[in-house]
């Protein structure tokens, strides 16, 4: 063999290496950042938006340990917000571009470090919208109104992955079965 095919040989070598370590990469599940955790003795689980990344889409395991309650936090900057706790905002909820709008309590506005945020909760979602969350990619949440409450948000959208939705989910159901039988997995 001389030179040239040796050469040749050895780069093909390489770029099917380098070509073969992309795909691996591609292929990769990647921790899509969904988090399950025990907060005021319920079990959370939510993952962080892609535009502001202290907004949280998820949902708190019911007393049943099956049923689902909305959790979304949703970051501000302007104070007059404040005056929309206790009120309900329509926000729309679009699952790989299928809509669902909804009318959500906003149960409370609060400060964190330098960030605030509204926190909608209180509230079940249909079989539907839980269909669509279980088989979609991801969920671009907008909040449309009201028209005064939105005009006040910089950012009034942030999408967020659902690629690891289902796992997550099921792995809540049982930390909060664990919970409540007395075994305490998340300490």
Known sequence: M????????????????????????IDQPRDEGWSVEKR???????THGTIVRQNEFGFIKGDDCESDILWLTF???????KDFEGKEAVVLLQVDGRDFKV???????????????????????SKQLMDAL???????VEISGPRELEGLLGIKEDQFSLRVFVPTRKEAGQVCKNITSGIDWLK
Not at 40 to 45: E, N
Not at 75 to 81: A, E, G, I, K, Q
Not at 134 to 140: A, D, F, L, T
């Open 2 to 25: 001389d030179r040239r095919q040796l050469l040749f040989f050895i780069i093909l070598f390489v770029l099917v290496g380098i070509i073969g370590s992309v795909f691996a990469q």
């Open 134 to 140: 279980k088989s979609g990619r991801y969920v671009k």
């Open 75 to 81: 970051s501000f900057s302007s104070d007059r917000v």
């Open 103 to 125: 009318k959500l309590p906003i149960v409370s506005i609060g400060t964190s470090g330098a960030s605030q945020a509204m926190t909608f909760t209180n509230w079940r979602p």
């Open 40 to 46: 005021a003795d319920r079990t959370f689980y939510f």
